[in-house]
């Protein structure tokens, strides 16, 4: 069962709790002229997932359908929806659309964006960031929707659990949690520190992002520039080389 939220203006949550997992798995459904789903979620989910889209707009009529990097979460039921939105065009970084996408996984071309084209879908303007390794992936990207400030930013922010769709309380001290366990098991270097951390992340601070969409938990509407810039801090401390941890 998909629980479905607006977290922003014409901006919808569509979360799906896996207690196996204990994790949430968010898509994200603009509503506007051209209809924008961020995330399809796995193949699994496909049909929970269409039917929560069902319930804000027609789910044929998707025009765009967009991801950070090439996993399962992100982009696993990509044919799926493109079977059901005969116009839906997958949208990717470059190095996304020639390394798998448009071999592996999209049914028509896709729109391969490079570092800060914009796709307007109406009266909305999603601005791409070309984030090598952050979260994760040589192809990774991001979308910021200009006009109300929102960053779609895949698995920054991690939390594990059932929580809320939304908070104005600070998510760190979650999203340190699950990495610090993360580090200690097999999930280790879930997220890769390298040269490029620090800097992507305080580019995207250099947004001033007002709503933090996160693949995995609650949202954040707040301060979002001191947010990714405590993320910055939290990442060195925690997954670093070096790094001690507790």
């Not at 949430?24 to 929970?48: I, K, S, Y």
């Not at 025009?63 to 996993?71: D, K």
């Not at 929707?145 to 939304?166: I, P, R, Y």
């Not at 947004?207 to 707040?222: E, F, I, N, R, S």
Request: proline content about 7%; charged content about 20%.
């Amino acid at each position: 069962m998909a629980t479905v939220s607006e977290v922003a203006p014409d901006l919808f949550r569509i979360s799906i709790y896996v207690p196996d997992f204990d994790l949430q798995f968010n898509q994200f459904l603009v509503r506007d002229a051209e209809p924008l789903l961020f995330h399809t979620g796995p193949r699994a989910m496909f049909p929970t997932v269409r039917d929560a889209v069902a319930t804000v707009l027609d789910p044929a009529t998707i025009r765009w359908i967009g991801f950070s990097h090439f996993e399962s979460d992100e982009c696993g039921s990509l044919p799926e929806w493109q079977h059901l939105a005969p116009q839906s065009t997958a949208v990717c970084s470059v190095v996304g659309k020639l390394v798998s996408v448009d071999d592996c996984m999209a049914l028509r071309p896709a729109r391969g964006m490079t570092d800060g084209e914009v796709l307007t879908t109406g009266k909305y303007r999603f601005r791409f960031l070309h984030t090598p390794h952050v979260p994760h992936c040589w192809e990774a990207g991001l979308l910021f929707e200009e006009t109300q400030k929102t960053l779609l930013c895949s698995d920054l922010f991690h939390q594990n659990g059932d929580v809320e769709a939304m908070t104005e309380s600070s998510v760190l001290g979650r999203c340190r949690q699950v990495l610090v366990e993360y580090q200690q098991g097999p999930l280790a270097n879930y997220m890769p520190y390298s040269t490029l951390t620090e800097p992507t992340l305080q580019r995207l601070a250099a947004l001033q992002p007002k709503t933090l969409a996160t693949m995995h938990g609650a949202a954040y509407v707040g301060d979002g520039a001191r947010a990714l810039r405590d993320l910055a801090v939290m990442f060195k401390e925690v997954l670093a080389p070096g790094a001690v941890l507790p």
